[in-house]
């Protein structure tokens, strides 16, 4: 008798059951499936189209970072820009009795403002040696208001180096003489800062962790920076008349943020304005280099600068 039982010697061990009609035994392992394995080249195709979506989405996200970090250093530079100007501001209407011509008075009304708002630890110095003099008088010595107490004051007690000086003066104007009655302002209390010199002068960091830099009188400003045209006027500050013709109009402070790549080979102030006496803030003097223009001993970075007049020039 035929069968495809599994015989023992005590009967089948194992049977299988009968065929359907149409079917068919599974297939001997090893035989062909009847579908079709990927090849090499189509496994790498489809490894570089894998990257290369990994790659445009870390670009993406690289590019989201970058903007963010953008719209938070222009948020600060906005806030402080709101403070210094409305300082600056300030003294355009102040009486200076001594002046006996228009001249002298804009002059005056310029140390004053350097005195107020120093962009460099030497104009803090010239001030704590008590021989700044007011231009209208000669000989007069420039009095002390309670900001610039402060500031000699707070120098007094840290040794700062000439690095970041600009950036370290803005600090302490606006967190320790308090100008335009801000001690806070707004909530810069808790704005990003350190001490990135480690001299123990704080300074305000952009959102890449490098000082926002400031420049009282940027009379070599330019903007945009490959323009080759100043922004500012030649005419000094707080002079009455006619004012030579310039995209950014009279002279105002400059702050900045050197980027992304955080190089903003700009020239800043380190010496004294006041020293300067009648010549002091005058832009057709400040020249070998002008403060705000281009460090003739660097290249130019200045293509990714964040500067409080971008605005002025987008509109």
């Known amino acids: 008798m035929k069968t495809d039982a599994v015989l023992c010697r005590h009967g ?46 870390a670009a993406a996200a690289s590019a989201a970072r970058g903007s963010q970090k953008k719209q938070a250093t222009q948020a600060l530079i906005a806030k402080l820009n709101v403070i210094i100007q409305q300082q600056y501001r300030s003294y355009a209407s102040r009486t200076v009795s001594s002046a006996a011509t228009a001249a002298l008075r804009a002059a005056a009304l310029r140390q004053m403002a350097s005195g107020d708002m120093p962009d ?52 302490m104007i606006v967190m320790i003489g308090g100008v335009a009655d801000c001690l806070d302002c707004g909530g810069l209390g808790i704005a990003e800062k350190g001490d990135t010199d480690k001299d123990g002068a704080p300074e305000f960091l ?50 900045f943020s050197a980027g992304l790549d955080g190089k903003g080979s700009t020239v800043v102030n380190n010496a004294s304005n006041i020293a300067l006496g009648i010549d002091c803030g005058n832009p057709a003097t400040m020249t070998n280099p002008a403060p705000g223009g281009l460090f003739p001993e660097e290249v130019d970075s200045r293509a990714d600068n964040i500067t409080n007049f971008d605005d002025e020039v987008a509109k």
Request: aromatic share 10%.
């Open 12 to 57: 089948p061990l194992y049977s299988p059951p009968p065929l359907e009609k149409g079917r068919q035994r599974g297939k001997p392992c090893g035989a062909a499936s009847g579908g079709r394995a990927f090849t090499i080249v189509e496994l790498l195709v489809v490894v570089s189209i894998i990257l290369v979506l990994m790659t445009m989405v």
């Open 206 to 255: 952009d959102a890449w962790g490098n000082p926002i830099r400031f420049v009282l009188w940027p009379a070599g400003f330019q903007l945009p920076p490959t323009g080759g045209t100043n922004f500012f006027s030649l005419t000094p500050p707080f002079v009455s008349g006619t004012i030579t013709s310039a995209p950014g109009g009279i002279m105002r402070p400059l702050l």
């Open 120 to 171: 460099s630890w030497k104009e803090v110095q010239f001030i704590a040696s008590g021989s700044a003099t007011l231009v209208t008088s000669g000989t007069a010595k420039f009095p002390l208001n309670a900001a610039q107490r402060a500031y000699v004051s707070y120098y007094n007690t840290i040794s700062p180096s000439p690095t970041n000086e600009d950036a370290e003066c803005l600090f």
